[in-house]
C-alpha cells in the first residue's frame, strides 16, 4: 500500500487517523523492545485509547531516553495527541506546534489537531482564518471531509447561516458524515435565511432518502405546516 492510498483510506475516520496512520507510515521503525519497557507500555495504551496512562509511559520513556523522539519523531505527534485527548489543550497546541511534531508526512494532521486544540481553548475566530487557508498551505491533504464539517459547525454556532449553508452543502459529497443530520441542519439554515424553497427541496430528500431517521420527523413537520 503506497503512501498516497495510506493517507485515503484512513482519512475517512479522521479521528481514529492519529491512533494509527503514523505507525502505517513508519512501520519501518521498530520504536519498542519487549513487554515491560516504557514505549511498550505507552503504545500499548495508546492503541487502546488510554491516552493518559500512554502519556505518562511516554514521559516516563523520555526520562529513560532523551533522544528518543529525536530519531523516531512520530512519537512527538503521539504524545501531543495524548495530551489533546486528555484535554490539556494548551500543551497539545503547543507540543503539535513544536518543530519535533512537524514530520512531512502528517504535518496537516498536526495542523489540523493544532487548530482543534486551539479552538478548544476559545480562539475561535483565528481558527476560522486560518482554516480558510489550511488547504493552500497542505496541498495534498485528504482532509476535505474533516475541514468542512469543522468549518459548518464553526460558522453554524456563530450564526453565520449563509457560509454555514455552503459547507454543509460541501459536507453531502462526502459518504462518511450522516447526510440526515446534514439535511436536518441545512432545513433550519434555509428557515432563518427565509428560503424556503430550499426548506422544502431538503425537507422532501431526507424524507425520501432517509424515511427512518431522526431528523425526519422534524422535516416532516416543518413541510406540513407550510402546506
Known amino acids: 500500500m503506497d503512501f498516497t492510498t495510506i493517507r485515503n483510506y484512513f482519512s475517512v475516520t479522521y479521528l481514529v487517523m492519529a491512533l494509527v496512520v503514523v505507525d502505517v507510515i513508519f512501520c519501518h521503525q521498530q520504536v519498542y523492545n519487549s513487554e515491560g519497557d516504557s514505549f511498550y507500555e505507552a503504545t500499548r495504551h495508546y492503541e487502546v485509547g488510554n491516552y493518559a496512562k500512554a502519556l505518562d509511559f511516554?514521559?516516563?520513556?523520555?526520562?529513560e531516553d532523551s533522544t528518543f523522539t529525536a530519531r523516531y519523531p512520530q512519537i512527538q505527534f503521539k504524545i501531543a495527541y495524548c495530551l489533546y485527548q486528555t484535554?490539556?489543550?494548551?500543551?497539545?497546541?503547543?507540543?503539535?506546534?513544536?518543530?519535533s511534531t512537524r514530520v512531512k508526512?502528517?504535518?496537516d494532521y498536526a495542523d489540523f489537531f493544532a487548530l482543534r486544540s486551539n479552538l478548544a481553548v476559545g480562539d475561535t475566530?483565528?481558527?476560522i482564518r486560518k482554516l480558510r487557508t489550511f488547504r493552500s498551505r497542505h496541498p495534498g491533504t485528504t482532509l476535505g471531509g474533516p475541514l468542512d464539517s469543522l468549518m459548518a459547525s464553526l460558522h453554524y454556532s456563530l450564526k453565520n447561516f449563509k457560509q454555514a449553508a455552503r459547507y454543509y452543502e460541501r459536507m453531502l459529497k462526502y459518504?462518511?458524515?450522516?447526510?440526515?443530520?446534514?439535511?436536518g441542519k441545512l432545513i433550519r439554515i434555509s428557515e432563518r435565511l427565509n428560503r424556503m424553497k430550499?426548506?422544502?427541496?431538503?425537507?422532501i430528500k431526507l424524507m425520501r432518502s432517509y424515511p427512518f431517521h431522526p431528523q425526519t420527523e422534524y422535516a416532516f413537520t416543518t413541510y406540513a405546516n407550510r402546506y
Open 198 to 203: 430550499s426548506v422544502d427541496a431538503y425537507a
Open 125 to 127: 475566530a483565528n481558527v
Open 87 to 99: 484535554g490539556d489543550y494548551t500543551a497539545a497546541l503547543n507540543s503539535f506546534q513544536d518543530k
Open 105 to 107: 508526512e502528517i504535518e
Open 58 to 63: 511516554y514521559n516516563k520513556a523520555l526520562q
Open 175 to 183: 459518504r462518511r458524515f450522516d447526510k440526515g443530520d446534514v439535511y
